[in-house]
């Protein structure tokens, strides 16, 4: 067993706060394994260690590393080492990815959304389906929009989104059909109506606080089919309206289920489902390590070498911290 080592901590290392418009996985620091430095780095420094109370750790204050060896920033809210490929093979459902200029992972979900989402997708627009083909062969209408395939990736692939709000699906899809409708008899369908419907139709979503973007969708199917453009007025009513309100309730639907039976599947990266388990933990971990570092300042500890059980560093903005591990008593 090794001589008892001691570190007093001299200064208190912090970071500048987050803004306040971070979200609480932004603001957090992440924990990277340590890397080993020679004793010539000229990153290396006089140790300073810190009592921690919750994990009972002793910290040693480095330098920031040099801009020439510094490793690529980590994806927002994971550490040092998760790639993009990890988190697309994961069984986890997202809308967006994080990337490394601080944009956030949106809506992480369980692997029963994605069931749901698929299955209540594949549902409705099968019934829309037979619907349009019940009044092609008994009414020769048209029926099938392809606004209706815009509003389910809203309804079925999200979780609680603005734009697939009841007040936005009736608000921006009556007013882009009554918008295109009214193009289409005035001045006829053209290259600068089509844009002219669009450009109106986003500015009046935008001024009524309903931006809704299957409502430009059903402008475009407007423009290039003749048979809805027969339609005149009546294509506010029938098909969009109609269909799009179906979709919202199946989505409303699909929502309660998301919510009430939830259920997780092994990821197809094992490895890196594995790794991210892992990065879980350090990050609960980490959490503790902050608030004790927050609390503790010119501490002293005290420790065998036989009771170290690991190394790490706490990366902030404008330092980083050295922390060991040590054996509980």
């Known amino acids: 067993m090794g001589a008892p080592a001691k570190f007093v901590s001299s200064m208190r290392v912090s970071a500048p706060a987050p803004p306040a418009y971070r979200q609480r996985v932004a603001s957090r620091p992440r924990l990277v394994p340590a890397r080993k ?22 910290l040693s204050a480095s330098s920031a590393t040099s801009d020439e060896d510094q490793d690529p920033p980590n994806l927002t809210g994971y550490p040092f080492g998760v790639k993009r490929i990890h988190l697309a093979l994961d069984p986890y459902s997202r809308m967006a990815m994080p990337n490394r200029r601080g944009g956030e992972e949106v809506q992480k ?4 959304d994605i069931f749901w989402a698929v299955l209540m997708c594949f549902a409705t627009l099968a019934t829309l389906g037979l619907v349009d083909r019940y009044m092609h062969v008994t009414h020769g209408l048209p029926f099938m929009s392809g606004a209706w395939g815009t509003i389910s990736v809203l309804a ?6 603005p734009a697939a709000r009841l007040y936005n699906c009736v608000t921006a899809t009556v007013a882009s059909a009554f918008i295109v409708a009214t193009m289409v008899m005035l001045f006829g ?3 600068w109506t ?12 935008m001024w009524t606080g309903s931006v809704h973007p299957p409502g430009a969708a059903a402008i475009m199917g407007c423009m290039d089919q003749a048979a809805f453009q027969r339609l005149g007025y009546w294509y506010v009513l029938y098909p969009v309206l109609f269909g799009s309100l179906f979709v919202l309730f199946m989505g409303h639907l699909t929502h309660k289920l998301k919510h009430r039976y939830e259920f997780m599947v092994g990821g197809l990266f094992g490895d890196g489902w594995v790794k991210l ?7 609960r971990n980490n959490e503790r390590l902050e608030q004790a570092l927050n609390e503790c300042e010119n501490c002293t500890i005290s420790y065998d070498e036989d009771d170290v059980l690991g190394t790490y560093t706490l990366e902030r903005e404008d330092s980083q911290i050295e922390y060991t591990e040590v054996r509980r008593e």
Do not use: K, Q
Not at 37 to 58: F, N, T, W
Not at 156 to 161: L, R, S
Not at 194 to 205: E, I, K, P, Q
């Open 277 to 283: 388990r892992r990065a879980e933990e350090n990050d």
């Open 194 to 205: 089509r844009a002219l419907s669009v450009a109106t139709a986003l500015g009046f979503m």
């Open 109 to 112: 979900r369980p692997t029963s």
């Open 37 to 58: 430095m020679s004793s010539d780095s000229p990153s290396a420094g006089p140790p300073r260690g810190c009592v921690l109370p919750v994990c009972r750790a002793a």
């Open 189 to 191: 369908s053209c290259w």
């Open 156 to 161: 079925f692939g999200t979780v609680e989104n």
